[in-house]
């Protein structure tokens, strides 16, 4: 493994990034393709297919422990959890096309405002210039929401987003409504860690494949816990 801390924004938020996380890339891609075909995500912000992994995903599930065991002295580290507890884990394809995205899938998203809500993003098969981005709501600041400033993010979200022109995609760097703060590359057997509360986007190259196929498309691990 090599670990390396990192902070985006004025807010100084920690992400952690460990390359060469499992040295088990290849027995991992197998698990992943043992449990295809993934089906639709639920909700509106993933953009494509999302495998949830249960007790019944006997190697799925040993690999979801012992990722959560092996990230477990790095979330200690970087945010100062003493315990975590699982809450979900899937397999999740980026399967949607930029024309036909809803306009939520447009914009940066955040997955909860609990500040123990951490977000394990481990990635197994991804194409070249592909990742995660972090954002600032200009118009706000916000980089992180929380309960408190959820109500002032949410309206100008929505706003913002009947206001992107027609048949934009996936958001690309910076645009008027939100500032890249950083990005992490996406490079197979990497694993990200950071707060779901942070403004985040997946980064979608062009002329990517949305293929429903795990041993085409893009293929990642989507775990989440919440630390205490």
Known sequence: MRPELRHFGTGRHPVVVIDEFTGRLEEILAIAEEVAPFPAAA???????????????????????????????????AFDFTEFDLLEASFSMVTVPPSELALRQRAPHFDSTDPGYLALLHYLRVPDGSGTAFYRQRSTGIERVTALNASTFAPVAQLQAAELPAGSGYITGSDSFYEQIG????????????????????????????????????LTANIFVRGH
């Open 43 to 77: 909700g509106n912000y993933y953009p494509g297919l999302r495998r949830l992994i249960d007790r019944s995903d006997a190697a799925a599930e040993a690999y979801v422990e012992r990722t959560c065991e092996d990230a477990g002295q790095f979330i200690a580290g």
């Open 183 to 218: 990005a992490v590359e996406a490079v197979p057997d990497r694993l990200v860690i950071y707060q779901g509360s942070l403004l985040h986007s997946g980064i979608i190259p062009d002329g990517m494949t949305f293929s429903a196929d795990p041993r085409e498309g893009r």
